[in-house]
T-cell receptor, first 111, second 112 residues
Framework: QQQVKQSPQSLIVQKGGISIINCAYE??????FPWYQQFPGKGPALLIA?????SEKKEGRFTISFNKSAKQFSLHIMDSQPGDSATYFC??????????FGTGTRLTIIP | DVKVTQSSRYLVKRTGEKVFLECVQD?????MFWYRQDPGLGLRLIYF???????EKGDIPEGYSVSREKKERFSLILESASTNQTSMYLC???FGRGDTQYFGPGTRLTVL
Protein backbone atom coordinates (compact mmCIF):
# COMPACT_ATOMS: atom_id res chain seq x y z
CA GLN A 1 0.00 0.00 0.00
CA GLN A 2 1.25 3.46 -0.81
CA GLN A 3 1.36 5.03 2.63
CA VAL A 4 2.91 8.18 3.90
CA LYS A 5 3.36 8.24 7.67
CA GLN A 6 3.39 11.66 9.30
CA SER A 7 4.40 12.71 12.80
CA PRO A 8 3.69 14.23 15.20
CA GLN A 9 -0.09 14.50 15.11
CA SER A 10 0.09 17.80 16.97
CA LEU A 11 2.89 20.20 17.83
CA ILE A 12 3.18 23.26 20.02
CA VAL A 13 6.13 25.59 19.43
CA GLN A 14 7.02 28.91 20.96
CA LYS A 15 7.17 31.96 18.78
CA GLY A 16 10.60 32.26 17.22
CA GLY A 17 11.34 28.55 17.55
CA ILE A 18 11.81 25.91 14.88
CA SER A 19 8.87 23.68 13.97
CA ILE A 20 9.74 20.28 12.54
CA ILE A 21 7.26 17.84 10.99
CA ASN A 22 8.38 14.47 9.69
CA CYS A 23 7.12 12.09 7.05
CA ALA A 24 8.22 8.62 6.01
CA TYR A 25 7.29 6.58 2.97
CA GLU A 26 7.74 3.05 1.66
CA UNK A 27 7.37 3.35 -2.09
CA UNK A 28 10.78 4.12 -3.58
CA UNK A 29 9.11 5.04 -6.87
CA UNK A 30 7.70 8.24 -5.35
CA UNK A 31 9.16 11.18 -7.26
CA UNK A 32 7.39 14.25 -5.93
CA PHE A 33 6.87 15.33 -2.32
CA PRO A 34 4.68 18.37 -1.63
CA TRP A 35 3.57 19.93 1.62
CA TYR A 36 0.14 21.47 2.00
CA GLN A 37 -0.91 24.05 4.59
CA GLN A 38 -4.47 24.36 5.87
CA PHE A 39 -5.72 27.28 7.93
CA PRO A 40 -8.90 26.91 10.00
CA GLY A 41 -11.99 27.21 7.83
CA LYS A 42 -10.03 26.82 4.61
CA GLY A 43 -9.03 24.00 2.32
CA PRO A 44 -5.40 22.86 2.13
CA ALA A 45 -3.12 24.76 -0.25
CA LEU A 46 0.29 23.86 -1.68
CA LEU A 47 3.07 25.33 0.44
CA ILE A 48 6.31 23.91 -0.91
CA ALA A 49 7.43 20.80 -2.80
CA UNK A 50 10.60 18.84 -3.52
CA UNK A 51 11.78 16.21 -5.98
CA UNK A 52 14.20 13.45 -4.89
CA UNK A 53 17.12 14.75 -6.95
CA UNK A 54 17.83 17.41 -4.30
CA SER A 55 18.28 17.05 -0.56
CA GLU A 56 16.89 20.39 0.48
CA LYS A 57 14.59 23.12 -0.78
CA LYS A 58 14.10 26.43 0.93
CA GLU A 59 11.43 29.05 0.43
CA GLY A 60 11.61 31.87 2.93
CA ARG A 61 11.26 30.41 6.42
CA PHE A 62 10.09 27.04 5.09
CA THR A 63 12.57 24.28 4.24
CA ILE A 64 12.02 20.71 3.08
CA SER A 65 14.81 18.29 3.95
CA PHE A 66 14.84 15.05 1.98
CA ASN A 67 16.69 11.86 2.88
CA LYS A 68 16.32 9.40 0.03
CA SER A 69 18.19 6.52 1.68
CA ALA A 70 16.07 6.75 4.82
CA LYS A 71 12.89 7.35 2.81
CA GLN A 72 12.06 10.35 4.94
CA PHE A 73 11.35 14.00 4.37
CA SER A 74 10.60 16.79 6.77
CA LEU A 75 9.30 20.32 6.89
CA HIS A 76 11.19 22.88 8.96
CA ILE A 77 9.66 26.24 9.80
CA MET A 78 12.28 28.66 11.06
CA ASP A 79 11.42 31.58 13.33
CA SER A 80 7.89 30.19 13.73
CA GLN A 81 5.16 32.82 13.99
CA PRO A 82 1.57 32.69 15.30
CA GLY A 83 0.42 33.09 11.69
CA ASP A 84 2.03 29.72 10.92
CA SER A 85 -0.52 28.00 13.16
CA ALA A 86 -2.27 25.60 10.81
CA THR A 87 -2.56 21.96 9.88
CA TYR A 88 0.22 20.67 7.66
CA PHE A 89 -0.03 17.66 5.34
CA CYS A 90 2.84 15.95 3.62
CA UNK A 91 2.11 14.05 0.43
CA UNK A 92 3.84 11.94 -2.19
CA UNK A 93 3.19 10.58 -5.64
CA UNK A 94 4.93 8.80 -8.49
CA UNK A 95 4.55 9.53 -12.15
CA UNK A 96 1.12 10.85 -12.91
CA UNK A 97 -0.59 8.97 -10.12
CA UNK A 98 -2.70 10.89 -7.64
CA UNK A 99 -1.23 12.25 -4.44
CA UNK A 100 -1.10 10.16 -1.27
CA PHE A 101 -1.47 12.36 1.81
CA GLY A 102 -0.12 11.96 5.32
CA THR A 103 -2.47 12.18 8.29
CA GLY A 104 -1.67 15.80 9.10
CA THR A 105 0.02 17.75 11.90
CA ARG A 106 -1.78 20.44 13.81
CA LEU A 107 0.79 23.14 14.57
CA THR A 108 0.19 25.77 17.21
CA ILE A 109 2.63 28.63 17.73
CA ILE A 110 2.34 30.22 21.17
CA PRO A 111 3.61 33.71 22.06
CA ASP B 1 -6.40 32.09 -9.75
CA VAL B 2 -7.98 28.68 -9.52
CA LYS B 3 -11.25 28.73 -7.70
CA VAL B 4 -12.97 25.69 -6.28
CA THR B 5 -16.33 26.35 -4.69
CA GLN B 6 -18.51 24.08 -2.61
CA SER B 7 -22.24 24.53 -2.37
CA SER B 8 -22.49 24.78 1.41
CA ARG B 9 -20.12 25.59 4.25
CA TYR B 10 -22.33 23.93 6.86
CA LEU B 11 -25.03 21.32 6.44
CA VAL B 12 -27.20 19.51 8.98
CA LYS B 13 -29.13 16.44 7.87
CA ARG B 14 -31.05 13.63 9.51
CA THR B 15 -30.18 9.94 9.43
CA GLY B 16 -31.52 8.30 6.30
CA GLU B 17 -31.72 11.48 4.22
CA LYS B 18 -30.16 11.65 0.77
CA VAL B 19 -27.47 14.31 0.75
CA PHE B 20 -25.92 16.10 -2.23
CA LEU B 21 -22.63 17.98 -1.96
CA GLU B 22 -21.72 20.04 -4.98
CA CYS B 23 -18.31 21.21 -6.13
CA VAL B 24 -17.48 23.52 -9.03
CA GLN B 25 -14.05 24.47 -10.40
CA ASP B 26 -13.36 27.21 -12.89
CA UNK B 27 -9.96 26.17 -14.31
CA UNK B 28 -10.97 23.51 -16.83
CA UNK B 29 -9.24 20.84 -14.74
CA UNK B 30 -9.54 17.23 -15.87
CA UNK B 31 -9.35 15.72 -12.40
CA MET B 32 -11.61 16.24 -9.41
CA PHE B 33 -11.52 14.65 -5.98
CA TRP B 34 -13.70 14.24 -2.91
CA TYR B 35 -12.05 13.77 0.50
CA ARG B 36 -13.31 13.60 4.02
CA GLN B 37 -11.22 15.04 6.82
CA ASP B 38 -11.43 13.73 10.36
CA PRO B 39 -9.15 14.50 13.32
CA GLY B 40 -6.23 12.11 13.46
CA LEU B 41 -7.16 10.48 10.15
CA GLY B 42 -6.09 13.23 7.78
CA LEU B 43 -7.49 13.43 4.26
CA ARG B 44 -9.11 10.25 3.09
CA LEU B 45 -10.02 9.96 -0.57
CA ILE B 46 -13.62 8.95 -1.21
CA TYR B 47 -13.83 9.12 -5.02
CA PHE B 48 -12.11 10.88 -7.83
CA UNK B 49 -12.94 11.60 -11.45
CA UNK B 50 -10.44 11.95 -14.29
CA UNK B 51 -12.92 12.94 -16.97
CA UNK B 52 -16.59 13.66 -17.50
CA UNK B 53 -18.68 10.64 -16.56
CA UNK B 54 -15.54 8.77 -15.42
CA UNK B 55 -14.89 7.93 -11.79
CA GLU B 56 -12.71 5.74 -9.63
CA LYS B 57 -13.14 4.62 -6.06
CA GLY B 58 -10.79 6.01 -3.51
CA ASP B 59 -9.92 4.54 -0.13
CA ILE B 60 -13.32 4.85 1.55
CA PRO B 61 -16.11 4.77 -1.08
CA GLU B 62 -18.64 2.80 0.96
CA GLY B 63 -21.84 4.72 1.53
CA TYR B 64 -21.03 7.31 -1.12
CA SER B 65 -21.55 7.78 -4.84
CA VAL B 66 -20.50 10.54 -7.23
CA SER B 67 -21.64 12.18 -10.42
CA ARG B 68 -19.73 14.16 -13.02
CA GLU B 69 -21.98 15.20 -15.86
CA LYS B 70 -20.02 18.35 -16.72
CA LYS B 71 -16.29 18.95 -16.56
CA GLU B 72 -16.52 21.73 -14.01
CA ARG B 73 -18.91 20.06 -11.59
CA PHE B 74 -18.40 17.04 -9.34
CA SER B 75 -21.11 15.92 -6.94
CA LEU B 76 -20.83 13.69 -3.90
CA ILE B 77 -23.98 11.82 -2.92
CA LEU B 78 -24.75 10.17 0.40
CA GLU B 79 -27.57 7.82 -0.53
CA SER B 80 -28.76 7.35 3.06
CA ALA B 81 -26.86 9.53 5.51
CA SER B 82 -25.64 7.96 8.73
CA THR B 83 -24.18 9.53 11.85
CA ASN B 84 -20.72 8.13 11.06
CA GLN B 85 -20.70 10.29 7.94
CA THR B 86 -20.56 13.41 10.07
CA SER B 87 -17.34 15.01 8.87
CA MET B 88 -15.65 17.79 6.93
CA TYR B 89 -15.88 17.14 3.18
CA LEU B 90 -13.30 18.69 0.89
CA CYS B 91 -13.38 18.88 -2.88
CA UNK B 92 -10.25 19.39 -4.96
CA UNK B 93 -9.30 19.66 -8.61
CA UNK B 94 -6.08 19.33 -10.60
CA PHE B 95 -4.99 19.54 -14.20
CA GLY B 96 -3.09 16.25 -14.31
CA ARG B 97 -3.85 13.41 -11.93
CA GLY B 98 -0.62 13.93 -9.99
CA ASP B 99 -0.48 17.71 -10.27
CA THR B 100 -1.08 20.27 -7.56
CA GLN B 101 -4.53 19.90 -6.10
CA TYR B 102 -6.61 23.00 -5.46
CA PHE B 103 -9.08 22.62 -2.64
CA GLY B 104 -12.41 24.19 -1.89
CA PRO B 105 -13.18 25.58 1.57
CA GLY B 106 -14.97 22.44 2.70
CA THR B 107 -18.47 21.51 3.82
CA ARG B 108 -18.96 20.56 7.44
CA LEU B 109 -21.73 17.98 7.43
CA THR B 110 -23.51 16.95 10.60
CA VAL B 111 -25.85 13.96 10.47
CA LEU B 112 -28.25 13.76 13.42
Amino acid sequence: QQQVKQSPQSLIVQKGGISIINCAYENTAFDYFPWYQQFPGKGPALLIAIRPDVSEKKEGRFTISFNKSAKQFSLHIMDSQPGDSATYFCAARFGNEKLTFGTGTRLTIIP
Amino acid sequence: DVKVTQSSRYLVKRTGEKVFLECVQDMDHENMFWYRQDPGLGLRLIYFSYDVKMKEKGDIPEGYSVSREKKERFSLILESASTNQTSMYLCASSFGRGDTQYFGPGTRLTVL
